[in-house]
């Protein structure tokens, strides 16, 4: 494995004389995981195990000239939709904005101009689609928030008309825990709940999860009262490595692209 220098790793191993020293182009990295049910069959740390194994694996892909460090990872966040079953943690929109704005301007005061929020959880997105616009009002930041699975490619693995549906605890989410931890996975228990995001898009012109014009609100027993979207027992660990191999080494290409993105340009 090559040498990596001191700004390429994580946030906290830094001492503090170190930012005095800091790359101009060095990208702050914020995982965000959640703590929330995700079937019989999974554990609570899916979103927070899954982000934090594409970083770990993306290190490896980073270029030379990559100055990334890792922040400390949120392992609760915006969980609400979660909180009727047992074990979900959530914080409310409000804190995680509080938060997440406390965060940026903390990077943004240790001369860190670039902040990337790598996210594990779909109920966040909306909130940092907000965060980043109001990190770059308020900081100055270059901000971006993605999902892990945005970089991962599922073609070959999942049928697109599944992978479309497999919004929580499926075969995607499934998969990438059995390689990552399949000590923590009870393939006994993994069901095929299919969400009614499906019978939307059959029956309703208007209405849905999947490019309709407009999106309800819903909580996870509007979409399966299992807490699962998607077919969890068709999961494997090869997928999951695939899937999980190719997004951390998308991650790393974004990182150089990233690094010198400039919106004002």
């Given at each position: ?69 890792i922040l400390p990872t949120l ?141 309800p609100g819903w909580v996870i027993a509007d979409l ?42």
């Open positions: 494995m090559r040498q990596t220098s001191k700004w390429q790793g994580y946030w906290a191993d830094l001492s503090t004389d170190d930012f005095a020293n800091l790359p101009e182009d060095t990208i702050a990295i914020l995982p965000l995981g959640a703590t929330e049910q995700h079937g019989p069959h999974l554990p609570l740390s899916v979103d927070t195990t899954l982000t934090n194994a594409v970083l770990a694996q993306s290190r490896s892909h980073w270029s030379e000239d990559t100055h990334a460090l392992t609760v966040t915006k969980s609400n939709e979660h909180m009727a079953h047992a074990g979900t943690l959530s914080l409310s929109v409000r804190t995680l904005l509080a938060m997440l704005d406390d965060i940026g301007a903390s990077v943004a005061r240790a001369g860190v101009k670039r902040l990337i929020m790598l996210n594990g959880h779909g109920g966040n997105t909306a909130l940092l689609e907000i965060a980043v616009r109001e990190m770059r009002v308020a900081h100055g930041l270059i901000t971006a928030h993605a999902s892990w699975f945005g970089f991962s490619e599922t073609e070959g693995l999942v049928d697109p008309a599944d992978a479309a549906h497999d919004l929580h605890g499926g075969d995607i989410e499934t998969s990438a825990m059995l390689a990552v931890r399949p000590d923590h996975v009870d393939m006994s228990k993994a069901p095929n709940s299919q969400p009614k995001s499906r019978l939307w898009q059959e029956n309703l012109r208007w209405t849905g999860l999947n490019g309709q014009a407009a999106r399966q009262g299992s807490g699962v979207c998607g077919n969890a027992s068709a999961a494997t660990r090869d997928k999951g490595e695939a899937m999980l191999s190719s997004a951390a080494r998308n991650f790393a290409a974004f990182l150089a692209e990233f690094s010198t993105f400039e919106p004002t340009a």
